[in-house]
């Protein structure tokens, strides 16, 4: 039996962060991280943060440092920066801050993106772990690609109600309120 949600358990807010990596886009060209911010307050979350930064090791660890360092952001999420061209370089910036690795979201990012975008999602390097507390999920930096992130995965998987589990419970303040 798939996973479902269980309406009489009652939802859980997160503090969520999002961070687009890109040399391009700024506040009103970011279609990706708009549409993450969208679908995350939509989903009852809050939004912790939002911030750009360029393709650029130090400058995304910087920005990723901050909202890991204490309670205050649960999640982040990132987009951009996951594929092959030479500026790319999110994977190489966030895994060093891991303390874990979360395998199974770019297997699961993948057979969801294989229905939309066939087997061009070879080409991302989606990746996800836990840094300190905090969970960060790296996507690509196409607004479809977000939209698969979070609607195919992440909104059920960031959601408490989530069954048989949800990620939520590994999250420090909610540990023994969710299971």
């Given at each position: 039996m798939a996973g479902r949600i269980d309406k009489t358990l009652p939802f859980h807010p997160l503090n969520i962060a999002v961070l687009t990596i890109s040399d391009t886009r700024d506040e009103t060209t970011d279609?990706?991280?708009?549409?993450?911010?969208?679908?995350?307050?939509?989903?009852?979350?809050?939004?912790?943060?939002?911030?750009?930064?360029?393709?650029?090791?130090d400058a995304i660890r910087d920005q990723l440092k901050v909202w890991i360092s204490g309670p205050e952001v649960d999640v982040v999420l990132t987009t951009g920066g996951t594929g092959f061209s030479p500026r790319d370089v999110t994977p190489e910036a966030v895994k060093p801050l891991f303390r874990r690795e979360l395998e199974g979201f770019s297997v699961v990012f993948h057979l969801a993106s294989l229905g939309t975008v066939g087997v061009a999602t070879l080409q991302s390097r989606a990746l996800a772990g836990q840094a300190e507390d905090t969970f960060v999920f790296c996507v690509p930096g196409s607004t479809g690609a977000c939209r698969d992130a979070w609607d195919l995965v992440l909104a059920e998987e960031l959601d408490s109600r989530f069954r048989p589990c949800s990620l939520v419970g590994q999250i420090p303040r909610f540990r023994g309120i969710c299971p």
């Open positions: 279609t990706s991280g708009g549409l993450l911010v969208e679908r995350l307050t939509g989903a009852g979350h809050r939004l912790a943060g939002k911030a750009i930064v360029h393709d650029d090791v």
